[in-house]
């Protein structure tokens, strides 16, 4: 027979109680102490935390306290429909001190050997249920009327971390996103302006002396014409194609970024003997990996290449936009070239190159 009997909390059980709440600021730090606190309000010598996977399944024991014979082990995880917890949350039953009878099926309350047993539900402010807080004898055992109230008033405190904490983690998760994406370009997913900035300064300042920062500037000429005949649509896909065809261009640790409208910017480390030989190579892959026959959704363009200026850092160089501009002078002297080139005769275009168009999808 289930026995509730009437007493009165401990004045020192609300002093304690205080102090665990003003000292807690995680989950385990509040709940531990809670845990404690428990087995005094209760007289019940196995105290413990219980978190539902839903998805799963499965229950868990976060934290317990355990100070008599009966163990409750902390991680023991087990089915949520043959649980105690399951069992008493629906038949609303918060308290029994026979519980091998009356749920006699329960395999792990037997196993375990629990005899009394009693418990709330901790629920987060939707009212999704978090899990439980229990406390359990191997012996039978009256409960105090107070119990009830110390266990509601303990899982609605352990609810309201979990809440607390979950909001703070949602929080983090938007900063993150936020910063991330300070530091994105929304069309293309490559690093930005400001993130390219950032890099080059840092590779700068980290810069071994016998290794030299290569910044590579890349120009898509006459990429408004293609945005105005074809639409911003049709403009934004051609930039993730290009985007996509210089990542794929990219050795490991290398960093290529987007910075203007038609504008992209290369990172590359070299060893500083032969980083004048790797820069205007690396100016030439990225001229090639840009040229070619682009295929869109809407349209199918023939391009003939970016124009590519790419500069080596000086030994002590730490202005990462001084060679930023440098760069960007390479590549406008490139530019130039290849405005004296499309001026050429057309006969003598075709002696000085021949090109077949690749398919860039």
Not at 31 to 54: C, I, K, N
Not at 217 to 230: A, E, G, V, Y
Not at 274 to 297: H, I, M, V, W
Request: aromatic content about 4%; some cysteine; proline content about 3%.
């Amino acid at each position: 027979m289930n026995q509730v009997m009437r007493t009165s909390v401990p004045s020192s059980l609300f002093g304690a109680l205080a102090a665990t709440i003003a000292h807690a600021h995680t989950l385990e730090s509040l709940a531990r102490p809670l845990l404690e606190l428990l087995q005094s309000a209760t007289g019940l010598e196995s105290t413990y935390l219980t978190r539902l996977d839903e998805q799963a399944g499965m229950l868990q024991v976060m934290y317990a306290r355990n100070t008599h014979r009966l163990t409750v082990p902390e991680g023991l995880s087990t089915p949520w429909a043959g649980t105690l917890s399951k069992r008493a949350l629906e038949e609303g039953k918060f308290y029994t001190d026979d519980a091998r009878r009356h749920w006699a099926d329960c395999e792990v309350a037997g196993s375990l050997g629990i005899v009394t047993y009693a418990n709330a539900p901790v629920r987060d402010k939707g009212g999704e249920l978090f899990g439980t807080l229990c406390a359990a004898s191997n012996e039978r055992k009256p409960l105090a009327e107070t119990a009830a109230h110390v266990l509601a008033l303990f899982a609605q405190l352990i609810s309201q971390q979990v809440d607390r904490e979950r909001m703070s983690a949602a929080l983090q998760q938007a900063n993150r996103s936020l910063a991330a994406m300070a530091l994105t370009d929304t069309i293309t997913q490559l690093p930005n302006r400001r993130a390219l900035l950032d890099d080059m300064q840092r590779r700068l300042a980290d810069a071994a002396d016998d290794r030299a920062l290569i910044v590579a500037f890349i120009s898509l000429d006459d990429f408004k014409p293609i945005n105005d005949r074809h639409g911003h649509e049709a403009g934004d896909q051609f930039l993730q194609t290009v985007a996509k065809r210089l990542q794929r261009m990219l050795r490991e640790g290398d960093m290529a970024a987007r910075i203007g409208s038609d504008e992209f910017v290369v990172l590359a480390v070299e060893q500083r003997a032969r980083a004048n030989q790797a820069a205007a190579a690396l100016a030439q892959r990225l001229e090639s990996a840009t040229r070619g026959r682009f295929k869109l959704d809407a349209a199918l363009i023939d391009y003939d290449g970016a124009s590519v200026g790419a500069t080596v850092a000086e030994p002590g160089c730490t202005n990462a936009q001084a060679l930023l501009n440098k760069a960007d002078a390479a590549m406008e002297a490139a530019k130039r070239l290849r405005k004296q080139h499309a001026s050429l005769p057309a006969q003598a275009r075709r002696t000085i190159a021949r090109y077949e168009w690749p398919v860039i999808e």
